[in-house]
């Protein structure tokens, strides 16, 4: 329905698919995993190593990423739909012309 909508309007769509959304988020609180197998050094075998960044698996991941995603799209002047929360338009004075025509 949309796309048959923006045909008719003349609207521009666009699409975003991140391939490393989850690796984006940022981390609220601190974790830490035990050493991945060969990157164990000898005599330091009980040390963990501590995340900087989000990681795909994490459970936190995708809360984490809508976050960051959605704060962004709130800046550049987007709106999140009510019926579907991972739907954003953004109206510029073109779109609004082309949607809402002048009354004669």
Partial sequence: MLIS???KHKWQL???DVKSAFLNGDLKEEIYLVQPQGFLKKGQENLVCKLNKELYGL????RSWYEKI???FIQH???RSLNDPNLYTKLN???VNSFCPKTI
Avoid: E, I, R
């Fill in 5 to 7: 909508l923006a045909t």
């Fill in 14 to 16: 666009h699409q975003l």
């Fill in 59 to 62: 459970k936190q991941a995708p």
């Fill in 70 to 72: 959605y704060s962004f």
């Fill in 77 to 79: 002047g987007f709106h």
């Fill in 93 to 95: 004075k073109h779109s």
